[in-house]
């Protein structure tokens, strides 16, 4: 069975900061998707990871692919009040049309 | 810029009620999908589709029918509804066959059965 934890399940810290979210799998995935949600609202696409040790920028957030396609990583840097909300992975699963989604990282950044 | 809507933000329903919940996308995408998501659960999927008027159960169908008689169209029917069915929906979509196919979703529709 194909599945997603994400690490830490909560994290509260200063504006200005910096962070790290984990999303990690003993399964290889094809792709990796990441997502933010606000409350009240459905989840946004951030980005797509497909190749193996991939990283991609998104302004101050950065992604990374493991280099086996296991895990992933986004880095926020100098947190914003306005990155506040859930962060989740989720991935293909491998053969059927289903998608696997992490367990998700609630971040909260005091202003 | 992909566009998957939802007919309703908030729904109040009695227990009982047949429901309708709609999702509407707008870039030809094959594959549908209805999840429900509830803290401490994450996202569950109820249903999917692959395609016009073909469907497979996910993993909470339960309690749940669905429709899709248009390509860009995909209803969730909760038959009878239960106060177990009160929930955040999510409808999303994505492309099928090969390579990457990302889902999108819909605002979500928060459904309150009393």
């Known amino acids: 069975t194909q599945l997603l934890e994400q690490s830490p399940q909560f994290l509260s810290i200063q504006e200005g900061e910096n962070l790290t979210v984990y999303c990690n799998s003993s399964s290889v995935f094809s792709s990796l998707q990441w997502y933010r949600q606000e409350p009240g609202e459905g989840p946004v696409l951030l980005v797509t990871?497909?190749?193996?040790?991939e990283v991609k920028k998104l302004k101050r957030l950065t992604f990374q692919f493991g280099d086996a396609r296991k895990d992933s990583s986004l880095h926020i840097t100098a947190a914003q009040p306005g990155d506040t909300g859930l962060y989740l992975c989720?991935?293909?699963?491998?053969?059927?049309?289903?998608?696997?989604f992490g367990t998700g990282t609630r971040l909260k950044v005091l202003a | 810029d992909v566009k998957v809507t939802q007919s309703s933000r908030y729904l109040v329903k009695r227990t009982g009620e047949k429901v309708f919940l709609e999702c509407v996308q707008d870039?030809?995408?094959?594959?549908m999908f209805w999840y429900r998501q509830d803290p401490g659960l994450g996202l569950r999927l109820i249903y999917f589709?692959?395609?016009?008027?073909?469907?497979e159960k996910g993993d909470i169908p339960e309690g749940y029918s669905v429709s899709r008689e248009k390509k860009e169209r995909f209803s969730l029917i909760l038959e009878s509804a239960s106060t177990n069915q009160t929930s955040m929906y999510l409808c999303?979509?994505?492309?099928?066959?090969?390579?990457?196919?990302?889902?999108?979703f819909g605002p979500g529709t928060r459904l309150t059965v009393t």
């Open positions: 989720a991935g293909p699963h491998s053969g059927t049309y289903k998608y696997i």
């Open positions: 990871v497909v190749t193996g040790g």
């Open positions: 589709s692959y395609d016009v008027k073909m469907k």
């Open positions: 870039m030809d995408h094959e594959n």
């Open positions: 999303a979509s994505s492309l099928s066959g090969q390579g990457i196919y990302e889902q999108y």
